[in-house]
């Protein structure tokens, strides 16, 4: 507990422009793009299914979760299998490309945006050096009566 | 890990043990001078306390011990058996059983009892009065044992040596007071017994005895062919014997009548007690192990990577077309059938495990509801995958409930219409092809039709319109509606809101369908069909666009390809004439919303499915085969998508989803 109070290690994925942590111990594995098999009338977000070694397990694009313009896939495309709360989840993802430690003193609550919807699942933001984290919340990133709330104000 | 071990084995055989006095209980209810049922639930009792004692669980052995003195006094005829005495007891196996879940749960089996010890007492207390009556009237020599100790093996024991022409000796057997190794002596004592007979009963008992945990006497029960004399003069010969007392042991009146049939196993029985030993050694002669469940399913799990893998191999063998490997990978295939045979027989259980916890579950619910009940139980040796076992429990307990609550009318109300005092339900369950079948029939009210579509208007289930057109069946499955209570007033045991339309969903979810049969006046008949097994499934793989999915053969009646000419429209609804009767078609494409990047033939390809006695043709791009596939979650976070149950892993390794046919036919 002493050493996990003062650092924690995180996985760092891009997204566009920007670049997201999530703490290590949530993450699986890093998987290289694969078929997609595609799970009719879901949320739009939930891409589909992919067989993870004899694991059915279910996609979400995190574009299209955090409503950013969606792109094609590329080479550095990644999936990223993370659990959260007892279920394996994959989080399509631009790149990942690092593991950091951050100390936890340089965590600093989101900023206050107008949109406060948004900042549910942003846990906070790390700043190093010249470079800007956002640490993510994956349970809220999953929850769907957020999304439902969503759909009801958009619909 | 040890003890772990042996925990396995306590709960197990507790629950066993438990069961069993449950079973053998209600047994006695039905005919409570049958004296070997008494024995045979004492026996577990006995059984139970010895385990639990050696477990280190006090209140568990302690409660099984108050019993345990009870169900003596039974079998010595000093305790009448009647309902009030019967409910104490239950009650004692229900705290001992939730004792038991609580161990098996990690916990420490502590629990309060006093009341329940109180009660076992008073009944037991209450009788003891008569039992000093009758041993004051016994000659006063005859049992220096006290009576409780001498239990019914040792006394059929007794009784048959007599009947053999041998003698029973009742040993006083003192020490010299500067006797040294007390152990060593009493274990020379003992050699020279056993070499002229059988020691019976020791008290202290053989281990007390062993660590020297007595005074100087000991006394035994003693059986042989020898003459006192001789027996006198042997144990004299052990050193630091101070005297030896030996008088004829008789067996007392009352003991008789606790007879047992087979002697000869007690006698087994009773000498493996008198050793601590449990029943080991019979278990040794039985071919069969226990296996973790856990094991079980972590097979189940490796074999259905196997299947994935064959299927793969199967089709990269047919597209390489090379002979050799073609040969290896069918026999591979072959292998593999005949090991998911065998894997998928380990699986199976009888299903009495759920059906032996209803005797007492409908005793008790016929007693707080005040009517009469006769439970048949049928097939109770009938198999079924774990996983189905392991969710039709709740279910049935729903439909039985709803049987002795709203089925079975009060005996008054049942005479005044000319029937038995007593309902009867029966339940009962067979095998008939890829299926096993749970039947449900009560002989009481029946469904009545107009009540339950009052009911169901009333509730806005259908409108009055939908109503009159309704056929019997469907007025029935209204009552499997959400929200659907048909008693006049809500009762404690059903009818809680959330009724028959959580059971439906249940069957529905492990595959199975539900159907409903009534005679107002004459009673109901609930039928349930389930699949054998759940993991491993026939289906038939079909492309829609260029999206696979999978529709279990169960719900698949043929499929057909049909001219775009012979499509016909009805109601705004395309539909097909099949065989004479009119089908709906439904279209994959756009149910499913899949992109659509392919031309549209001129000819359909029809999978027509049915639920029940409705049909529908399911329109697809092209059929692929039939497979065996390995049913697979979706997982928790996307469950309950409309019309896929599932998921499997195909030969390429790619998923592909199962189709839940009932969801596609309104």
């Given at each position: 507990m002493g050493v996990e109070s003062k650092s924690m290690k995180v996985i760092i994925f891009q997204l566009d422009r920007e670049e997201y942590a999530i703490p290590v111990h949530q993450v699986g594995s890093i998987e290289r793009i694969m078929h997609i098999t595609r799970v009719p009338r879901t949320s739009s977000f939930?891409?589909?299914?992919?067989?993870?070694?004899?694991?059915?397990?279910?996609?979400?694009?995190?574009?299209?979760?955090?409503?950013?313009?969606?792109?094609?896939?590329?080479?550095?495309?990644?999936?990223?299998?993370?659990?959260i709360e007892e279920m394996d989840v994959g989080l399509i993802v631009d790149a990942a490309n690092d593991v950091l430690d951050f100390e936890v003193e340089a965590i600093e609550p989101p900023p206050e945006v107008i949109d406060t919807m948004e900042a549910e699942y942003v846990k906070g933001v790390v700043k190093v050096e010249k470079r800007l984290f956002i640490l993510l919340n994956l349970s809220k990133v999953l929850s769907t009566s957020e999304i439902k709330e969503l759909e009801e104000i958009e619909g | 890990m040890e003890t772990n071990q042996y925990l396995d084995l306590f709960i197990d055989e507790s629950s066993e043990h438990l069961q069993s006095i449950n079973d053998r209980l209600l047994e006695l209810e039905k005919s409570p001078e049958d004296t070997s049922i008494v024995g045979e639930i004492f026996r577990s009792a006995h059984t139970l306390k010895g385990m639990a004692a050696t477990m280190g669980y006090e209140d568990l052995a302690d409660l099984t011990h108050k019993m345990e003195n009870v169900l003596d006094g039974v079998r010595n005829d000093k305790i009448q058996i009647d309902a009030e005495m019967l409910d104490i007891v239950f009650e004692s196996v229900d705290h001992l059983e939730a004792m038991v879940l609580e161990i098996s749960q990690g916990g420490t089996g502590e629990r309060d009892i006093r009341r329940v010890v109180e009660l076992l007492q008073a009944i037991e207390l209450g009788d003891a009065?008569?039992?000093?009556?009758?041993?004051?009237?016994?000659?006063a020599d005859t049992t220096p044992f006290q009576e409780n100790s001498v239990d019914e093996f040792t006394r059929t024991v007794l009784k048959q040596s007599k009947e053999q022409g041998l003698s029973n000796y009742h040993i006083i057997v003192s020490l010299r007071e500067d006797c040294m190794l007390k152990a060593?002596?009493?274990?020379?004592?003992?050699?020279?017994?056993?070499?002229?007979?059988?020691?019976?009963?020791?008290?202290?008992?053989?281990?007390?005895?062993?660590n020297e945990d007595f005074e100087t006497d000991f006394q035994v029960l003693f059986v042989t062919e020898e003459s006192r004399e001789d027996i006198d003069a042997k144990i004299m010969k052990v050193s630091e014997v101070h005297s030896v007392h030996i008088t004829e042991y008789k067996i007392s009146e009352t003991e008789n009548k606790a007879q047992v049939p087979s002697a000869q196993i007690e006698k087994d029985d009773s000498s493996n007690e008198n050793?601590?030993?449990?029943?080991?050694?019979?278990?040794?002669?039985?071919?069969?192990?226990?296996?973790?469940?856990?094991?079980?399913?972590?097979?189940?799990?490796?074999?259905?990577?196997?299947?994935?893998?064959?299927?793969?191999?199967?089709?990269?063998?047919?597209?390489?077309?090379?002979?050799?490997?073609?040969?290896?990978?069918?026999?591979?295939?072959?292998?593999?059938?005949?090991?998911?045979?065998?894997?998928?027989?380990?699986?199976?259980?009888?299903?009495?495990?759920?059906?032996?916890?209803?005797?007492?579950?409908?005793?008790?619910?016929?007693r707080d509801l005040n009517k009469d009940i006769d439970l048949r139980i049928i097939g109770e040796e009938t198999e079924l995958d774990r996983t189905v076992i392991d969710e039709i429990g709740d279910p049935l307990v729903h439909l039985l409930r709803n049987a002795i609550d709203h089925g079975i009318e009060s005996p008054n109300e049942r005479k005044k219409n000319g029937k038995s005092g007593t309902g009867s339900i029966e339940l009962k369950a067979y095998h008939s092809g890829n299926y096993v079948f749970i039947d449900i029939t009560d002989d009481g009210g029946g469904i009545n039709r107009e009540k339950v579509l009052k009911k169901a208007l009333d509730n806005q289930v259908v409108t009055s319109e939908q109503a009159e057109k309704l056929s019997e069946q469907e007025v029935y499955e209204l009552i499997m509606a959400s929200g659907f209570s048909t008693a006049d007033t809500i009762s404690d045991v059903s009818g809680r809101g959330v009724g028959l339309d959580v059971v439906k969903n249940t069957i529905e979810s492990l595959g199975g369908t539900i159907t409903i049969?009534?005679?107002?006046?004459?009673?109901?008949?609930?039928?349930?069909?389930?699949?054998?097994?759940?993991?491993?499934?026939?289906?038939?793989?079909?492309?829609?666009?260029?999206?696979?999915?999978?529709?279990?053969?169960?719900?698949?009646?043929?499929?057909?390809?049909?001219?775009?000419?012979?499509?016909?429209?009805?109601?705004?609804?395309?539909?097909?004439?099949?065989?004479?009767?009119?089908?709906?078609?439904?279209?994959?494409?756009?149910?499913?919303?899949?992109?659509?990047?392919?031309?549209?033939?001129?000819?359909?390809?029809?999978?027509?499915?049915?639920?029940?006695?409705?049909?529908?043709?399911?329109?697809?791009?092209?059929f692929i085969g039939q497979q065996e596939v390995v049913l697979k979650s979706l997982g928790d976070y996307l469950s309950g998508v409309f019309a896929i149950s599932g998921a499997t892993i195909l030969g390429d390794g790619q998923v592909a989803l199962i189709l839940d046919a009932n969801a596609l036919i309104k």
């Open positions: 939930v891409e589909g299914v992919i067989n993870l070694r004899g694991i059915v397990t279910p996609i979400i694009d995190l574009r299209s979760r955090f409503g950013i313009e969606t792109a094609p896939y590329s080479e550095s495309t990644r999936i990223i299998i993370a659990n | 009065l008569d039992q000093r009556k009758k041993e004051q009237s016994l000659p060593a002596r009493v274990y020379m004592v003992f050699d020279v017994l056993e070499q002229m007979g059988e020691v019976i009963l020791s008290t202290p008992p053989v281990e007390d005895l062993e050793n601590g030993a449990s029943s080991n050694s019979k278990q040794a002669l039985n071919k069969t192990i226990r296996v973790n469940i856990d094991r079980l399913d972590v097979l189940m799990n490796l074999f259905e990577e196997l299947v994935i893998d064959r299927g793969r191999l199967e089709q990269i063998s047919n597209e390489l077309q090379h002979s050799e490997l073609q040969e290896t990978v069918e026999r591979m295939s072959r292998v593999s059938g005949d090991l998911q045979n065998i894997i998928l027989n380990m699986r199976m259980v009888p299903i009495e495990q759920v059906f032996n916890r209803f005797p007492r579950m409908v005793r008790q619910l016929s049969n009534s005679q107002l006046g004459e009673g109901s008949n609930f039928s349930i069909q389930l699949p054998l097994t759940l993991s491993i499934i026939s289906v038939m793989l079909v492309e829609v666009q260029k999206e696979k999915y999978a529709i279990p053969l169960s719900s698949i009646i043929e499929t057909a390809i049909v001219k775009k000419e012979e499509i016909l429209r009805a109601h705004n609804k395309e539909v097909i004439d099949f065989r004479g009767s009119v089908v709906p078609l439904v279209f994959l494409k756009d149910v499913l919303e899949v992109p659509i990047e392919l031309e549209e033939d001129e000819y359909y390809s029809l999978v027509i499915v049915r639920k029940g006695n409705k049909m529908a043709g399911l329109v697809v791009d092209s």
